[in-house]
């Protein structure tokens, strides 16, 4: 059995601390985006406003509302960059996320090396190494989409994660039981994790769907926006199309996971399905995202319907991972906490 070393497991404790205070740092700063946003785009409306109302004479009274110029908005409904104003505290949120993440995946890596094996064989290294997965793919979903408005709903579960890892499943770096020395591990654990993490974003996006649909009804019946940090959000119907596309790319990660862990289960444990409490909730997890695609493909089933069941399905996951591995014993019973 390969030694572990325990003081280069300290080292990346340190810079998973580290990355925690930058992934802090960018959390605050895409959050200050979304209010100076807010605060720009009523500014604008403010001033039209005011300009409409001198040039027709009626006051402020005209119950007429003044559009907002296309260029202060952060992103249209094709979520592409566009070449408005400066945003400088994206910007900063953005670099910030690169260097926070940089920073983590050499506490993921560094740990790897301190155990002689892949970093992710308990708890505690299955959420920092996910909360990395997410980070790396919304760092490069934003080479394609302007996903800046969810960055602190994103970066938040990011931190909730590290914060998870560290205060409740705190695991030395220790070897590997048996069961899991397998090079199966490597494929099953690291696409489920890469799974977990698009799941993570579209929920991220799922639940601001859930709010914009909320104020596009509002708005719509003529009350109060009260929301007016979602105006930075695109409409809920691209939040939808988005959230789908990304869902049904990660369904097919999940499956695969779900097939490599029963090949796997048969060289363990001498076949390919025991009924394992993990086992069983990994399929429920597969079925609840099936029904979303199949039901928004085929049966209509679209707007908050389709956001609910994207939502139930990662808290599917969440159960999945915390609950079940901690609460109940089963040949799974191994992630170290």
Request: hydrophobic share 55%; proline share 3%; aromatic share 12%.
């Amino acid at each position: 059995m390969p030694s572990v070393n325990t003081e280069l497991g300290g080292i990346s404790e340190l810079f998973m601390l580290l990355a925690s205070i930058a992934y802090m740092a960018a959390f605050v700063f895409f959050v200050l985006d979304l209010v100076k946003s807010s605060k720009t785009i009523s500014g604008v409306e403010a001033r039209l406003a005011q300009e409409q109302a001198v040039l027709t004479g009626v006051g402020g009274r005209s119950g007429v509302s003044a559009a907002v110029p296309p260029d202060i908005a952060t992103a249209d409904d094709s979520m592409d960059y566009g070449s408005g104003r400066p945003r400088s505290s994206a910007r900063i949120a953005v670099a910030l996320t690169v260097l926070a993440a940089a920073i983590h995946g050499v506490a993921v890596v560094t740990r790897g090396f301190a155990a002689n094996r892949v970093p992710w064989g308990n708890m505690y290294e299955f959420c920092t190494t996910g909360a990395f997965f997410v980070a790396a793919i919304f760092l490069v979903t934003l080479t394609r989409k302007d996903l800046r408005f969810v960055g602190s709903f994103v970066i938040g579960l990011v931190v909730l994660m590290l914060c998870a890892a560290t205060v409740g499943f705190p695991t030395p770096v220790a070897s590997l039981v048996p069961a899991l020395q397998s090079y199966w591990l490597v494929v099953h654990v690291s696409v489920a994790v890469a799974s977990s993490a698009l799941f993570t974003i579209t929920f991220a996006m799922s639940i601001l769907q859930l709010v914009q649909t909320s104020r596009e009804a509002k708005v719509a019946a003529g009350r109060p926006d009260n929301a007016k940090f979602m105006r930075v959000v695109p409409s809920a119907l691209s939040l939808e199309n988005l959230s789908y596309r990304l869902n049904a790319i990660a369904f097919v990660g999940w499956t695969f996971t779900l097939i490599a862990g029963a090949i796997w289960a048969e060289q363990a444990w001498g076949r390919y399905w025991g009924w394992d409490v993990k086992e069983v909730w990994t399929f429920v997890i597969w079925t609840v995202y099936a029904g979303y695609l199949h039901a928004r493909a085929t049966r209509g089933w679209t707007g908050t319907r389709a956001a609910w069941l994207s939502i139930i399905g990662y808290l599917c996951i969440v159960f999945n991972f915390t609950i079940v591995n901690i609460y109940f014993s089963g040949l799974h019973s191994y992630s170290g906490v």
